[in-house]
């Protein structure tokens, strides 16, 4: 009983002194079926030939996409690169129009999901050979897409793509790319555990 205490104490410190944001809470709270058509959404929007339509009815205009993998991508790994680290990738729904209806169509697997009252969260995949130019290694990935209720109900989307948070494996992306020339094989590690360079 007592650690039980101790233990809620420490989660209420932990909220009034957290140095991050908590999910915002809203009063419709989404289904399964919801989720998994907001996770569609997405993938449509990066997956197939871009449908304008389909971004403007399942996005919020503030639509913001946060993807340091992404601008690596753009930076092709350099630091000075024309986007900064940490900053928005896309800022507004129009912006991401721009940008996403420019690209050819990304191979995109979703392998798992998850979903909170309105948030979705996915783990994806893009290994079809060929598509990211020549094949090689598969690039794995995880989303977390904050949504908002949708008020208009005009349309078949009850809830609406407002912030993504993307990150994958943009090191095997740009290998994949030709822009990463690694030196192999991985030199071994010194004790027999597995070391990273950093
Ligand atoms: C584009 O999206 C809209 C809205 O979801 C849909 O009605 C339309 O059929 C889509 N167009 C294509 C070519 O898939």
């Known amino acids: 009983m007592r650690s039980f205490i101790a233990a809620g104490l420490s989660l209420l410190t932990l909220a009034s002194a957290q140095p991050f ?40 205009k ?43 169509p990304i191979p995109f697997k979703i392998l798992n999901l998850w979903h909170t009252c309105s948030t979705v969260i996915i783990r994806w995949r893009a290994s079809a050979p060929g598509t ?16 908002q209720p949708n008020r208009k109900k005009v349309n078949d989307q009850p809830f609406l793509i407002q912030t ?9 992306w740009l290998y994949d790319l030709g822009v990463f020339d690694p030196t192999c094989p991985a030199p071994p590690p010194p004790s027999g555990k597995r070391s990273i360079a950093i």
């Open 164 to 172: 993504v948070f993307s990150e994958f494996n943009s090191g095997a």
């Open 132 to 147: 990211i130019t020549t094949t090689q290694e598969p690039v794995t990935g995880i989303i977390v897409i904050e949504t």
């Open 62 to 104: 503030d639509f913001t996409d946060y993807s340091d993998s992404v601008i690596t991508l753009i930076n092709g790994g350099c630091v000075d690169g024309p986007v900064a680290l940490t900053t928005p990738t896309f800022s507004t729904r129009k912006e991401f129009i721009a940008g996403q209806s420019s690209q050819p």
């Open 21 to 60: 944001e908590l999910e915002k809470r809203s009063a419709t709270c989404m289904a399964t079926k919801d989720a998994v058509k907001v996770a569609q959404n997405f993938r449509a929007l990066i997956h197939e030939e871009f449908n304008t339509t389909l971004a403007q009815t399942a996005m919020t």
